[in-house]
């Protein structure tokens, strides 16, 4: 059964910075692109990232671009998202997500997500 | 990039049939076949229906189905059932090598 579990979400102050864990089992985590989707409180979804199976091939929304960084450890089954210089914008549950298919990196099967709050 | 287009709302009764559409334009929508539909409903993560414009993920029922013309997709549900009530939101690849998601819809079983 494919498992996703978020972690490191939390309080911080704007300007700081955070950062995200998905742990993933259930399937070949090396052999999957990954994504990170964000929802902000009562909003819709809004693509943050996506990263290819061996990390070659990365790609950013241009809210989160030079500020956020995704990242993987293949060995550890574990994807991450490093957040630097955040804005109370940057609010809201923060999903992983495996792609749906190898010809679609898409958004497929999510995990159950991870709060951010940034505020002074 | 801008959010796809869907309406705020739409409601049928139970064993009706609905339509939810998604506006993009000629870069992402109209330009790939590379459409998702998701639904969600209140405090859970969201689940994929539709991929690829008309495919169904594992496990969904044959009453949901998808489909594009230009640059406009849709998601159809039939034989409304209670359960169906909730959100849902569509999302496409983009000539820019990201992903849009639409606004969301509603989704009420009267």
């Known amino acids: 059964e494919v498992q996703l579990l978020e972690s490191g979400g939390g309080f911080v102050q704007p300007g700081g910075s955070l950062r995200l864990s998905c742990a993933t089992s259930g399937f070949t985590f090396s052999n999957y692109a990954m994504n990170w989707v964000r929802q902000a409180p009562g909003k819709g979804l809004e693509w943050v990232s996506t990263i290819s199976d061996s990390a070659v091939y990365i790609y950013y929304a241009d809210s989160v671009k030079g500020r956020f960084t995704v990242s993987r450890d293949n060995s550890k089954n574990t994807l991450y998202l490093h957040m630097n210089s955040l804005r109370a914008e940057d609010t809201a549950v923060y999903y992983c997500a495996k792609e749906i298919r190898n010809t679609n990196w898409g958004p497929g099967y999510w995990g159950q997500g991870t709060l951010v709050t940034v505020s002074s | 990039q801008s959010a796809l287009t869907q309406p705020a709302s739409v409601s049928g009764s139970p064993g009706q049939s609905i339509t939810i559409s998604c506006t993009g334009t000629s870069s992402d929508v109209g330009a790939y076949n590379h459409v998702s539909w998701y639904q969600q409903h209140p405090g859970k993560a969201p689940k994929l229906m539709i991929y690829?414009?008309?495919n169904r993920a594992s496990g969904v029922s044959y009453r949901f189905s998808g489909s594009k013309s230009g640059s406009t997709a849709s998601l159809s549900i039939s034989g409304l059932q209670a359960e169906d009530e909730a959100d849902y939101y569509c999302s496409s690849y983009t000539r820019s090598s990201t992903w849009v998601f639409g606004g969301g819809t509603k989704l009420t079983v009267l």
């Open positions: 690829d414009v008309n």
